[in-house]
């Protein structure tokens, strides 16, 4: 079994319900903007991490409030990240929060703050 020591996390509000293909779309806006906020202020991070493979996990929080608990969490702890809003081109309304990216990070540091969490 391979060990990655670098991981993004992807958590999505399990309250809005949405579609597979927005939540696919959704992911993709987490992943590029959390990994590029990396890449901005973590490159030995975000190296590690793209070499290894670029592992990606998918969890749930039950509200927009818990991301918003998260992405405050992340911010106290250094971590990249970044927050989705939907443009409200689709399934929801604009301004919509929809997830949220961080990392890629130590994967020791990620478990700390998102190890607990449900897979999505």
Known sequence: MRY????????FRKDLQLS???????????AVLAAQEAHIHHRAWWEAWFYEGQRKIA??????????????????LGLPHALVVDAGLTEIPEGTVTCLGIGPAPAEIMDRLTGKLQLL
Do not use: M
Request: zero cysteines.
């Open 4 to 11: 990655f020591e670098y991981k993004q996390v992807l958590v």
């Open 20 to 30: 597979k293909g927005k939540v696919a779309a959704q992911a993709g806006h987490a």
């Open 59 to 76: 969890v749930k929080v039950p509200t927009e409030k818990e991301l918003h608990e998260l992405e405050e969490a992340a911010e106290d």
